[in-house]
């Protein structure tokens, strides 16, 4: 009895050995991710050869009337002009980009209907013929400016690209310009959070999505259709933030669509809107009046209830992606909170109905936060201008960047405790005035001197490596190419055409993810 006793221990003991060295064996790899600059007419990516696709939405002008004060455009379903009053015209901007950081050169203009389409500001017309002209741009007088000066009503004029020269041959082929490709071959996934227009979303039913022949994805969004396309060419993951308010129908064709379309070995990071924690959004007060309706969490805490619905909503949504999905494991389903808030992560989010039990990953937005406001008890906007470059980045090194580490300690601590991988759905350096700082003009100048400074890099370079010791996974950085203003700093690039060489920022992001790769 004691022989079989002894055998049942000895079994027992190297079974478990075999788990701990299965668990040792399943040790995340950290993966290097982007988040992609949104849609605007000021975007500096220039992610596509038609510069169109970018343009600002419709703005009506009426002669003798102020700039943009003319009347209501009767506009179609897909935002295309349908006619013009009299002494009226419709006006777009491409392309509000200083400092001759886009392409100059002959542009070729196409369009479908009839009207007539005039320039101003960057570009004049060369030549023109129906449905076609030949614009010349000189990027150093800055914006474009086309103008819809008359639009038949029985075949108004739509479907315009602009082409940037070189590309008007293969242009319905080669639709991402090659930087963008080249820029971002060697990541593992692009985040598309804002290329979906996902904050503040207005998005409910399928029939409200943006589609490919939209007049400018500017206003709901890039399609679907194009993010899955991207993908596919770079060979990278997608991550998809669903908007708050899409109904079931949506995220079901959303997902037959990636499922159906999406290179079968990549994977789909699944993730319900953006920063649902966070009261500057639209999304957060969205939330809390669901929760209010359901009665989740407490009403004198709201936010309470808030995270209770995101934890609700999420899980319907990843149910949706693994029924609709022929291979289940190509897909990542992502609770994403307050990096370092592990209270609110833990006992609101993650265990609200077992909310982790439907979920993979546990995301995080890890800043480097250096948030400085125009008064209040701690560091202030005018305190700050008064310092120099190498003062700024030692705060950041020896005050900001252990507190992101320790955060992102934190939260690998929660995340392990629940099962789930720990991801960073943003990230980087976060110095930004905020409540009135941002209009500290000496503060911000010395913020974009310590964005293109040297030892940003060597910073950037000891909080990746933290991210990595601690067994984080994939991290999105935030974001890819931007120019820096009084919002912020995220830009890892400016421009497209940025010397990668002379940026310690994009260099320590795409060396580290060379390392890890």
């Known amino acids: 009895m004691k022989r079989i006793m002894y055998i049942s221990v000895f079994i027992s003991i190297i079974v478990l050995q075999g788990l701990v060295l299965a668990d040792e064996n399943k040790k995340i790899s950290p993966e290097l991710g982007i988040n992609l600059a949104g849609p605007a007419d000021w975007n500096t990516e220039l992610p596509f050869v038609d510069v169109f696709r970018l343009s600002r939405k419709w703005i009506s002008q009426q002669k003798g009337q102020p700039w943009g004060k003319g009347p209501a455009l009767e506009l179609d379903s897909k935002g295309w002009v349908k006619k013009l009053k009299d002494n009226c015209w419709a006006e777009t901007l491409m392309c509000t980009i200083d400092g001759g950081h886009y392409p100059s050169g002959n542009y070729t203009v196409l369009y479908e209907g009839k009207g007539r389409l005039e320039f101003g500001g960057s570009g004049s017309i060369v030549s023109r013929e129906p449905g076609k002209l030949v614009v010349k741009v000189d990027s150093k007088k800055g914006t474009i400016f086309l103008r819809l000066m008359e639009t038949d009503a029985t075949d108004p004029v739509h479907d315009i690209k602009m082409i940037m020269p070189g590309y008007e041959k293969n242009y319905q082929k080669q639709i991402f310009h090659p930087s963008l490709l080249k820029r971002w071959k060697d990541v593992k996934c692009i985040r598309f959070m804002d290329w979906m227009e996902t904050n503040g979303s207005d998005i409910?039913?399928?029939?409200?999505?943006?589609?490919?022949?939209?007049?400018?994805?500017?206003?709901?969004?890039?399609?679907?259709?194009?993010?899955?396309?991207?993908?596919?060419?770079?060979?990278?993951?997608?991550?998809?933030?669903?908007?708050?308010?899409?109904?079931?129908?949506?995220?079901r064709n959303f997902a037959r669509y990636v499922n159906s379309n999406l290179a079968p070995e990549l994977k789909v990071y699944v993730e319900y809107s953006n920063e649902v924690?966070?009261?500057?959004?639209?999304?957060?007060?969205?939330?809390?009046?669901?929760?209010?309706?359901?009665?989740?969490?407490?009403?004198?805490r709201p936010w309470e209830g808030g995270g209770m619905y995101y934890a609700k909503r999420s899980v319907e949504i990843f149910k949706i992606f693994r029924k609709v999905f022929d291979n289940k494991e190509r897909v990542v389903r992502v609770l994403a909170w307050q990096s370092g808030n592990t209270w609110w992560m833990e006992n609101v989010v993650l265990t609200y109905e077992d909310a982790y039990k439907d979920a993979d990953a546990l995301a995080i937005a890890p800043y480097i936060g250096m948030g400085v406001p125009a008064n209040g008890k701690n560091l202030t906007a005018e305190q700050v201008a008064k310092w120099t470059v190498n003062e700024i980045l030692d705060f950041l090194e020896k005050e900001a960047l252990p507190k992101s580490i320790k955060a992102i300690n934190a939260s690998k601590?929660?995340?392990?405790?629940?099962?789930?991988?720990?991801?960073?759905?943003?990230?980087?350096?976060?110095?930004?005035?905020?409540?009135?700082?941002?209009?500290?003009?000496?503060?911000?100048?010395?913020?974009?001197?310590?964005?293109s400074h040297q030892r940003m890099g060597e910073i950037y370079t000891k909080y990746f490596d933290a991210w990595e010791k601690a067994g984080g996974g994939l991290f999105c950085y935030f974001s890819s190419?931007?120019?820096?203003?009084?919002?912020?700093?995220?830009?890892?690039?400016?421009?497209?055409?940025d010397n990668i060489k002379k940026s310690p920022k994009y260099k320590a992001v795409m060396d580290w993810g060379q390392k890890i790769k």
């Open 413 to 451: 601590q929660v995340a392990d405790k629940y099962g789930l991988e720990l991801l960073a759905y943003e990230g980087g350096q976060h110095m930004v005035g905020i409540a009135g700082g941002e209009n500290n003009e000496q503060m911000n100048e010395l913020f974009y001197a310590c964005n």
């Open 204 to 251: 409910v039913s399928w029939s409200d999505r943006p589609e490919l022949l939209d007049a400018t994805y500017s206003a709901k969004g890039i399609p679907v259709e194009v993010m899955v396309e991207l993908c596919n060419r770079l060979k990278v993951d997608a991550w998809f933030c669903m908007p708050h308010k899409a109904n079931d129908d949506y995220i």
């Open 277 to 300: 924690w966070n009261s500057m959004f639209a999304q957060n007060h969205y939330a809390q009046q669901k929760a209010k309706e359901l009665a989740l969490g407490n009403k004198e």
């Open 481 to 497: 190419v931007s120019k820096w203003s009084k919002w912020g700093s995220w830009g890892a690039l400016q421009y497209w055409d």
